[in-house]
């Protein structure tokens, strides 16, 4: 799974990388905006954490020494680091299908909750209580040295020593605030959003463009948001048979193992797709990237380079210089 892993993750980060410049463009300043250009970064952390944590400390690369130090500080440290990045970026999609479920069901009233500063605020918020549900993860392991080599071993996650911790947090704790509150929350907007844009259909030949592009949006993000409950789906399954068995079901038996690793892989796979899903709907977004392979600078007859001036108060951007060539914005969409 190491190999599988590997390429999978490093896609994921140059996608990511790319959507974040997309989303870092001067205009944003709509609310989706910079949730998208937050979720960037917070899925460019989850996937750089993943990287060691699912394919580099099991590539045969290693030494006995150098595998044992790897393993053990991976699953010590950057574990729970991962398990930060994976909330952060679950409770921002819980927040972009709020933002859709106000601007579709709820227009009058986006001015008044779909703000930057509102934006912000809702992203620390986020991130502290991501940093604060996850804590305990640092406690999970214990590193120790045997002949020279170094290992880890469960401490807090020894079901039959802390059974308490084992039922509590790992299991009801995860299964609320990482599975029940989030899913319910999109499942609930996403079927409002859906019966919203069934009842809107008709009347699409009378919207404006701008309408049209807020709709256009609202179909990107809920092909997002229905992705990553299939993504997450199975993994929340496996947790609720792990809490009937009151055990880890993985450690004992190889083939619930191979799921569990096929369970992770589409979280990865979530993480690393969302790229290819604003590409696919969103047509400024594939704008600004088909942009990245031309120049940004143009060099005039003396060789001199063009500074390209973007306007920040229509929807384009244009570039003083005898050349008449425009470029598109992200905004909404």
């Given at each position: 799974?190491?190999?599988?892993?590997?390429?999978?993750?490093?896609?994921?980060?140059?996608?990511?990388?790319?959507?974040?410049?997309?989303?870092?463009?001067?205009?944003?300043?709509?609310?989706?905006?910079?949730?998208?250009?937050?979720?960037?970064?917070?899925?460019?952390?989850?996937?750089?954490?993943?990287?060691?944590?699912?394919?580099?400390?099991?590539?045969?690369?290693?030494?006995?020494?150098?595998?044992?130090?790897?393993?053990?500080?991976?699953?010590?440290?950057?574990?729970?680091?991962?398990?930060?990045?994976?909330?952060?970026?679950?409770?921002?999609?819980?927040?972009?299908?709020?933002?859709?479920?106000?601007?579709?069901?709820?227009?009058?009233?986006?001015?008044?909750?779909?703000?930057?500063?509102?934006?912000?605020?809702?992203?620390?918020?986020?991130?502290?209580?991501?940093?604060?549900?996850?804590?305990?993860?640092?406690?999970?392991?214990?590193?120790?040295?045997?002949?020279?080599?170094?290992?880890?071993?469960?401490?807090?996650?020894?079901?039959?020593?802390?059974?308490?911790?084992?039922?509590?947090?790992?299991?009801?704790?995860?299964?609320?605030?990482?599975?029940?509150?989030?899913?319910?929350?999109?499942?609930?907007?996403?079927?409002?959003?859906?019966?919203?844009?069934?009842?809107?259909?008709?009347?699409?030949?009378?919207?404006?463009?701008?309408?049209?592009?807020?709709?256009?949006?609202?179909?990107?993000?809920?092909?997002?948001?229905?992705?990553?409950g299939f993504c997450h789906f199975f993994s929340m399954a496996l947790k609720l048979a792990e809490s009937f068995a009151g055990g880890f079901l993985t450690i004992h038996n190889i083939y619930l193992e191979m799921l569990g690793e096929i369970f992770n892989y589409l979280i990865i796979i979530h993480t690393a797709s969302t790229f290819f899903i604003y590409y696919i709907f969103s047509e400024k977004f594939r704008q600004i990237i088909?942009?990245?392979?031309?120049?940004?600078?143009?060099?005039?007859?003396?060789?001199?380079?063009?500074?390209?001036?973007?306007?920040?108060?229509?929807?384009?951007?244009?570039?003083?210089?005898?050349?008449?060539?425009?470029?598109?914005?992200?905004?909404?969409?």
């Amino acid at each position: 799974m190491a190999f599988v892993y590997l390429p999978t993750i490093l896609i994921g980060l140059l996608g990511n990388l790319l959507s974040l410049y997309a989303y870092s463009r001067p205009n944003r300043k709509s609310m989706v905006g910079f949730l998208l250009y937050s979720l960037s970064i917070s899925d460019i952390f989850l996937l750089v954490f993943a990287l060691p944590l699912f394919s580099i400390m099991y590539l045969p690369i290693w030494t006995d020494e150098q595998k044992s130090f790897v393993v053990a500080y991976t699953a010590k440290y950057v574990y729970p680091l991962c398990m930060m990045a994976k909330t952060c970026s679950l409770y921002i999609m819980v927040l972009i299908t709020i933002e859709r479920w106000i601007a579709v069901c709820r227009p009058l009233e986006v001015q008044i909750w779909c703000r930057y500063t509102t934006s912000s605020y809702s992203i620390a918020a986020i991130i502290i209580f991501a940093v604060v549900l996850n804590f305990a993860r640092f406690f999970e392991f214990e590193i120790e040295y045997i002949d020279g080599l170094v290992y880890f071993k469960r401490e807090l996650l020894d079901s039959d020593k802390h059974w308490w911790y084992f039922m509590f947090y790992f299991i009801v704790i995860s299964i609320i605030f990482d599975y029940t509150v989030p899913f319910v929350i999109m499942f609930v907007a996403n079927m409002l959003i859906i019966s919203e844009l069934r009842r809107t259909k008709k009347e699409r030949s009378l919207m404006t463009i701008q309408q049209q592009k807020e709709q256009n949006t609202t179909v990107m993000l809920l092909v997002i948001t229905i992705f990553f409950g299939f993504c997450h789906f199975f993994s929340m399954a496996l947790k609720l048979a792990e809490s009937f068995a009151g055990g880890f079901l993985t450690i004992h038996n190889i083939y619930l193992e191979m799921l569990g690793e096929i369970f992770n892989y589409l979280i990865i796979i979530h993480t690393a797709s969302t790229f290819f899903i604003y590409y696919i709907f969103s047509e400024k977004f594939r704008q600004i990237i088909k942009g990245i392979w031309n120049n940004k600078r143009r060099f005039n007859r003396h060789g001199s380079s063009t500074k390209i001036i973007y306007n920040t108060d229509t929807t384009i951007i244009k570039k003083e210089a005898s050349m008449k060539t425009r470029y598109t914005r992200i905004s909404s969409g």
